[in-house]
């Protein structure tokens, strides 16, 4: 009895292998039109309106976006109540980042994605949230951009969380010449006692 199904379990294995050896065949290279790598040597122009990726592009150095550690929630409270939970008129958290890079004339330049949630507290009411955030550009240690910017949040019900997704465009520069420039995203902390 157990030599039949481990027959057929081997049998059903096969076939779902042969099955699916029929998608491996062909020039996957080729298929994503990179001049120079696969395609047997064949070049193909892309239809106009099309973007092509050169290879150098492809494997090309993205900085990536992290998360500042102290910044990545704020919490907002009515005058007087910091730190009273009754008093949290709303708490906002960066929730996931990302980032893309087009490269040309020797300029790197960064589109940079945060997405977050923001969740109204007990002192929470309707109406539009200004989010401070700030970017922070590093290479090695030292600082080569910052930037401060307000993202309005229309909060339409106290009830649950709202999304908010921000897309910064505003960032370019010669193209490194190692991997050692960090992005940092986070939100501008108010000065405490204010």
Known sequence: MAFVRLKSA??????VALALSGCQTGDTLGALN????????????PPA??????????????????????????NS????????ASKLAYRAAITDTTRS????????????GIAGRLIPGPAGSIGTVRLPLRITVYQDTSE???QRFDHDVAVA??????????VDRNFSM????????RVIVGFEQAPKGR
């Open 10 to 15: 081997g049998l059903a294995a096969a076939c």
């Open 34 to 45: 990179i001049g120079g790598i696969g395609g047997g040597g064949q070049s193909q122009q």
């Open 49 to 74: 309106g099309q973007e092509t990726i050169t290879a150098a592009e492809l494997m090309a150095y993205c900085p990536a976006v992290t998360l500042a550690a102290d910044d990545a929630v704020l």
């Open 77 to 84: 409270y009515q005058r007087g109540g910091e730190g009273d």
């Open 101 to 112: 890079c087009t490269y040309g004339g020797g300029m790197t330049a960064m589109t940079i």
């Open 144 to 146: 080569i951009h910052t």
């Open 157 to 166: 019900d106290t009830a649950g969380a709202t999304q908010f997704i921000v």
């Open 174 to 181: 010669p193209n490194p010449t190692s991997r050692n420039v």
